[in-house]
């Protein structure tokens, strides 16, 4: 079960990131471009915090069932990396993602709603990027 898990999570990676920089780039082109907020905004935006939320339930699954790198050991960089950088990593680009499709969510204003996505989502790349385990590729 560990090994499905730990690749699944390992591959949705990469979705998540077609999906944000597709969002980002969405919202940017809508902003600058002043086009109206439409469905397939929408369902890019939608799609990327869902994938967000199950990367977010698979990664806690990992880290507090089968993590061998709870002992908190902060002397040793892999499992600092693992236990809190990685960790708190995330769930601030989770928070981010979330944050950015609940106030493009609320606002009727197109502009407003890709100026927000842009912020948030961005925020949220650059969070997951930061986290990504570069040398384990």
């Known amino acids: 079960m560990y090994t499905f898990l730990l690749q699944f999570h390992s591959g949705l990676r990469w979705l998540i990131l077609v999906a944000v920089v597709i969002a980002v780039i969405k919202s940017l082109i809508g902003l600058f471009a002043g086009t109206e ?15 967000m939320h199950l990367q977010l339930l698979l990664g806690l699954a ?5 993590s061998p790198f709870i ?12 236990s809190v ?4 990593l995330m ?4 928070a981010a ?5 609940s106030i493009s969510k609320k ?9 927000f996505q842009s ?4 925020m949220s790349l650059i969070l997951m990027l930061l986290g990504i385990p570069w040398d384990r590729i």
């Open 91 to 94: 769930l601030f680009a989770v």
């Open 62 to 66: 990992l880290y507090f069932i089968y």
């Open 37 to 51: 907020y439409s469905k397939f905004d929408k369902i890019v935006a939608v799609a990327f915090v869902g994938m």
């Open 85 to 88: 950088e990685h960790l708190a």
């Open 71 to 82: 002992t908190y050991n902060m002397s040793d960089q892999v499992s600092r990396f693992w």
């Open 97 to 101: 993602a979330q944050v950015g499709r």
């Open 119 to 122: 912020i948030f989502f961005g």
């Open 107 to 115: 606002t009727t204003d197109a502009q407003v709603k890709f100026r």
